[in-house]
């Protein structure tokens, strides 16, 4: 596997929503310091929504709590889109909450990752190169579209 310090970002578009304007601030500024080459931000989920179905991006960053929708919402917006090529658009979901009922639905609801607060650099460029350099396969069936919940590939698998 490549060395996840060694990659450029500077052709990857990221939609940050969250409502928070100095957490937004702070995602923005450290994903430039990654070397991000365009981020978006926007303050809340129909704002997000809206923005995601004008622009393509590669990697998505929403805050679970927002006014108007949660990233939840989003994630089933974008997961159930018409449009399969952006169906699949890795989405890092930002949380205070990490109890195990929600990180079941979250992952239910199609994300890829999940950040928990308060968040540090070190783990969102983790996360951003887990998305870019080891992405998760998709999982197309008739009730769901989403990452597949298994971080191995099935070549990897050990069987007995």
Request: glycine content about 6%; aromatic content about 4%.
């Amino acid at each position: 596997m490549q060395d996840k310090q060694a990659i450029d970002l500077s052709d990857i578009r990221v939609l940050v929503a969250e409502s928070n304007p100095r957490t937004r601030y702070i995602l923005a500024a450290l994903l430039s310091g990654y070397g991000i080459g365009e981020v978006d931000e926007v303050a809340d989920g129909p704002c997000a929504i809206a923005t995601y179905k004008d622009t393509d991006h590669d990697i998505i960053i929403a805050d679970w709590d927002m006014p108007g929708s949660t990233g939840l919402d989003l994630a089933r917006t974008i997961r159930r889109s018409q449009m399969p090529t952006r169906q699949t658009v890795p989405i890092i979901l930002i949380t205070a909450h990490s109890d195990q009922r929600r990180l079941d639905e979250a992952r239910d609801a199609g994300i890829t990752e999940i950040l928990s607060k308060p968040i540090s650099a070190k783990d969102l460029y983790v996360r951003l190169t887990n998305v870019i350099m080891d992405p998760k396969d998709t999982i197309k069936t008739g009730t769901f579209v989403g990452p597949d919940r298994r971080r191995f590939h099935r070549s990897e698998m050990i069987c007995d």
